[in-house]
């Protein structure tokens, strides 16, 4: 330490040095619009605030690589002009997920026979591609039947994918999918409950529920989503459970638009 400098001088130079370099890291980051896992973010943040003469060159030099891939903008629409200045949809696009898009009719089902009803039709008007993901089909009369209209529309020459959850197979009953597979069906498992750790972790599971029929067709693409789980107690209710609490949907999208 300089003889000539006392002690306070010197922190408040080491604080100051500190602020700008955790100012240039939250500058860098939302100006790129860097993805970054949370933990990578925290342990950036601590290395800066306990050694910033250290942190802050080797975050110049290798922590600002990552950066969101730009998507290409096709014309834009009414919804994406009405959430542009949003701060959620804008975070979402920075991490990477898929811009908004506008949907041409939305239809709410009313019950449980209602949004069974919807699902037998976007699977029976599928004609190119049928992509199911969920977390439970159960081993009863519904998810029997998911099983068997979606053989029948494989052995018709459409390509139909299946992702099921690795614990929702379980807690389902362990359907029996091997029909699917037999009639050319590509069936995958989420994160099995056992499974390597470098595959995943056992706690991340896939609640997400749609089926989308025709997705590369603007004119005939249908998504089929909501709370639902496809089995009888989702529909049709069973051992006392209220009938069709749980909400669904079927949306069209619009002709210019990705779903």
């Known amino acids: 330490m300089h003889p000539g400098l006392t002690l306070g001088y010197w922190l408040t130079l080491h604080g100051l040095v500190t ?3 955790v100012l240039l890291y939250v500058m860098t980051a939302h100006v790129l619009r860097q993805r970054r896992h949370p933990a990578a973010a925290i342990a950036w943040v601590l290395f ?5 003469y250290v942190a802050l060159p080797a975050f110049l030099m290798f922590g600002s690589r990552k950066q969101a891939r730009p998507r290409p903008h096709a014309t834009p629409d009414p919804l ?8 959620a949809v804008q975070t979402a696009i920075a991490l990477g997920q898929a811009e908004p898009c506008a949907y041409h009719t939305l239809r709410v089902h009313a019950d449980g026979k209602d949004a069974l009803d919807a699902l037998w039709r ?3 008007g599928a004609e190119h591609t049928i992509d199911l993901c969920t977390f439970i089909i159960g081993r009863d009369a519904v998810g029997k039947a ?4 979606l053989c029948a ?8 994918r299946v992702l099921l959850d690795g614990l929702g197979l379980w807690m389902g009953g362990r359907p029996d999918l091997a029909p699917l597979r037999a009639a050319g069906v590509e069936v995958a498992l989420f994160v099995p409950p056992l499974h390597s750790p470098l595959k995943g972790r056992s706690n991340l599971r896939d609640h997400r529920k749609m089926l989308i029929a025709d997705a590369s067709l603007p004119e005939r693409r249908r998504l089929w989503c909501g709370g639902r789980n496809l089995a009888s107690e989702y529909f049709e209710g069973e051992q006392g459970k209220a009938h069709g609490v749980r ?3 079927t949306i069209r999208s ?6």
């Not at 994406?80 to 701060?87: D, I, K, N, Q, Y």
């Open 122 to 124: 976007t699977i029976g």
């Open 19 to 21: 602020f700008v370099a």
């Open 247 to 249: 909400s669904s949907s």
């Open 48 to 52: 800066i605030l306990l050694v910033p």
């Open 80 to 87: 994406a002009l009405e959430t542009e200045g949003s701060w």
């Open 153 to 160: 529309k494989a052995r018709a020459g459409v390509q139909v």
């Open 146 to 149: 998911v099983i068997d209209r």
């Open 254 to 259: 619009r002709h210019d638009n990705q779903l």
